[in-house]
């Protein structure tokens, strides 16, 4: 279920299971079409869906996209025992309400940053008294990853809280979670879950700003890598055990227990990992990234866990290789991005040694066009970083998109880690 990137990278790999019978990709894209017959299917509508399951006989269900997971579509599925991989309605308010997830926080103890909930407007331009800048003002529900500000001043702070209330993000603004700053470097950290064993399931940092050096608002992703070298094994073990576990334990213990991939945004500060937020999906673009690395068979990972059977399955197993993706966008993104541009030599691009994953594409005329914000994510593997990005820039360059863009840096910062061990290396001793 979905039509992004993550979905392409997700229907590329279940493509690639030997136990795979017959894909469906519902509603899909040109992309995902080389992979699986495409279906008129609106994830909103959970009585098609469920009529279109068993009219064909479906065994699995993988829901790639936020908003059908909130909207409650696997309880209607597993009502009519559908095997589904992706959580309930009331676990996926992990990522549906930030105001839920931090409550949930507190009440478990789960290192995060200082928050208030705020239903009014009133309550929450007083509450910013209690921050020091800079202070972060988030939307409470689904906001596509937009929904977020960082305020260097009070009155960007009350602006902000202003707009949330007005309507800026929809109803995901009707309450509003400001938090304290945390100071370090973002990872993403995702775990393979049942509700009871809970399996690592790789890192990867992405980049939120729509500009070069983290500059501009920030987006849905506009490029990411994996492995993230900075969450080392120690740092991992502890986000599994301060952060991960603790979340998937209390949802159990409330008789909502969690099934599906749980996302972890951390923040890696100078006392550890502490959690920015939960996804209750993959993240896109990091998607990609993972599934360029894994080498496991996804579908039989996600069969275990949707029946309940992860601990019976082998690990996830990943590549040492490392892969980056760069999401090439359309002018206007994140505001309002500007459609139908032509697009055009995929096969050169894919012939420089990447795999090239449709986000926001539609045919027109027989032609390829652009019909979304993040329109394709060119995603490379490689030894190390630096060559996964030089594949991927070689194979965006190659790409014929007038009225698109791309950032020029992604990867950046790991590539700095790795010339300063180089340089370390080579440091004379004595």
């Known amino acids: ?45 959970h009585r098609a869906t469920v009529d279109f399951c068993v009219a064909n006989a479906v065994e699995l269900v993988v829901i790639g ?19 589904v991989f992706g959580p309930n309605r009331i676990p996926a308010q992990l990522e549906g309400s930030k105001g839920f997830t931090k409550d949930l926080c507190a009440r478990v103890g789960i290192p995060t940053a200082r928050y208030v909930r705020a239903s009014d407007r009133l309550a929450a331009l007083s509450a910013l008294d209690d921050f020091s800048l800079p202070v972060v003002i988030k939307a409470d529900g689904l906001a596509a990853g937009k929904g977020v500000v960082i305020a260097e001043t009070h009155e960007e702070a009350r602006q902000a809280v202003e707009e949330m209330f007005e309507g800026s993000f929809g109803t995901a603004g009707s309450a509003v979670v400001i938090e304290e700053f945390l100071r ?18 790789g890192s990867a940092q992405d980049h939120k700003r729509v500009g070069d050096g983290d500059t501009g608002p920030n987006t849905g992703g506009m490029g990411a890598y994996s492995p993230a070298s900075i969450l080392t094994p120690e740092l991992e073990e502890r986000a599994m055990a301060e952060i991960v576990r603790p979340t998937i334990r209390a949802l159990a213990e409330q008789g909502t227990p969690y099934s599906g991939i749980l996302y972890a945004g951390l923040m ?24 360029m690395r894994l080498e496991s068979d996804l579908l039989e990972l ?17 590549s040492r290789d490392a892969a980056l993706t760069v999401v090439m966008a359309a002018t206007g993104y994140p505001g309002t991005p500007e459609k139908g541009g032509r697009i055009a030599r995929l096969d050169a691009a894919a012939a420089k040694g990447a795999t090239i994953f449709h986000a926001g594409t539609a045919l027109s005329g027989g032609e390829l ?29 190659a790409v014929e998109f007038p009225s698109g863009f791309y950032r020029s840096d992604i990867g950046w910062r790991e590539l700095g880690r790795s010339s300063s061990r180089l340089a370390g290396q080579e440091q004379p001793v004595g």
């Not at 370090?184 to 399931?201: I, Y």
């Not at 500060?269 to 993972?290: H, M, S």
Request: aromatic share 6%; with cysteine; hydrophobic share 45%.
């Open 1 to 45: 279920m979905g039509s992004g990137g993550r979905e392409h990278a997700l229907a590329w790999k279940l493509a690639q299971s030997p136990k795979l019978t017959k894909l469906f990709a519902a509603p899909g894209n040109p992309g995902i079409a080389e992979h699986a017959e495409l279906v008129d299917l609106d994830p909103a509508d």
């Open 65 to 83: 996209p936020e908003a059908p997971l909130v909207g409650g579509l696997s309880d209607a599925l597993r009502t009519m025992a559908i095997p």
């Open 302 to 318: 996600m069969l275990a866990t949707a029946h309940g059977r992860p601990a019976e399955a082998e690990p996830p197993r990943f």
């Open 369 to 397: 066009i652009a019909n979304g914000g993040r329109v394709l994510t060119v995603t490379a593997r490689g030894r190390s970083v630096a060559e996964a990005r030089d594949a991927a820039y070689a194979a965006v360059e």
């Open 184 to 201: 370090g470097e973002e990872a993403s950290f995702f775990a393979l879950t049942d509700g009871e064993t809970v399996l690592p399931f």
């Open 268 to 291: 890696l500060t100078a006392d550890g990992p502490k959690l920015i937020e939960y996804n209750a999906r993959f993240g896109d673009p990091e998607c990609q990234v993972l599934m």
